[in-house]
Nanobody, 125 residues
Framework: QVQLVESGGGSVQAGGSLRLSCVVS????????MGWFRQAPGKEREGVAS????????YYVSSVRGRFTISHDNAKNTVYLQMNSLKPEDSAMYYC??????????????????WGQGTQVTVSS
């Protein structure tokens, strides 16, 4: 059974930084695409960043490119999202997710089949 547990959310002022972590257990199919999504109240969930583990391939939504960095530690089975220069519009519940298939990598929600419970990020102005 695949389980994802996020941590690292919190409240920060605009311009601050946070690092989100997501520990993945139970996934045994080797390299895979892992991603971070976010959902603000009243809005649809959107893909923020994704990476195919074991490669340099990373994808970002334009609104976070240059401020957020996704990374993966294979030894710890953990995917991270380093968020710098945070803005109030980054406030949302952040979720990590694992791709449905062992190949490919996107930022489309429907391509991901395993999800964590989320961690809240609040950025004040």
């Amino acid at each position: 059974q695949v389980q994802l547990v996020e941590s690292g959310g919190g409240s920060v002022q605009a311009g601050g930084s946070l690092r989100l972590s997501c520990v993945v257990s139970g996934y045994t199919d080797g390299s895979v695409c892992m991603g971070w999504f976010r959902q603000a109240p009243g809005k649809e969930r959107e893909g923020v960043a994704s990476t195919y583990t074991g490669t340099i391939n990373k994808y970002y939504v334009s609104s976070v490119r240059g401020r957020f960095t996704i990374s993966h530690d294979n030894a710890k089975n953990t995917v991270y999202l380093q968020m710098n220069s945070l803005k109030p519009e980054d406030s949302a519940m952040y979720y990590c997710a694992v791709f449905r298939r062992p190949f490919g990598c996107t930022l489309y929600e429907s391509d991901f089949g395993y999800w964590g419970q989320g961690t809240q990020v609040t950025v004040s102005s």
